[in-house]
């Protein structure tokens, strides 16, 4: 699955793809297009790069970052660069900065 072309994972930033109201039919003619990164194309999706992202619902929800259950709350996500590691192939490793086209 593509996320979104021109996506680099380690940079510190979250590329941040919000998709607003969309039917099923829309979601069923753009099925391809979720897994070949082609539905950010759509009106109804924007993508946008943030360091830090805080967001709090209208009502509080649960959380579950690797595997542990946090409270329900608000929230405030921060990437921190160099702390990720892709392994991929015959187990190889990077954790610099690698564009994804």
């Given amino acids: 699955m ?5 996506v ?7 590329q941040v793809t919000v998709i607003r ?3 099923l039919l829309r979601i069923l003619r ?4 979720l897994y ?3 539905f950010i194309r759509d009106k109804h999706v924007t993508t946008q ?9 209208n009502k509080p929800i ?11 709350g608000h929230y405030t ?7 990720i590691n892709v392994i991929y192939g015959n187990n190889r490793c990077f954790s610099h900065p690698t564009r994804v086209e």
Wanted: charged share 20%; no cysteine.
């Fill in 62 to 72: 649960p959380g579950g970052p690797d595997g542990e259950t946090l409270k329900r």
């Fill in 8 to 14: 680099i994972y380690d940079n510190g930033e979250f």
């Fill in 2 to 6: 593509i996320h979104a072309s021109g």
């Fill in 77 to 83: 996500l921060q990437f921190l660069p160099g702390k």
């Fill in 36 to 38: 070949n990164g082609n």
């Fill in 21 to 23: 109201r969309i039917g």
């Fill in 30 to 33: 753009n099925f391809t297009g």
């Fill in 49 to 57: 790069t943030a360091r830090q992202i805080i967001f709090g619902p």
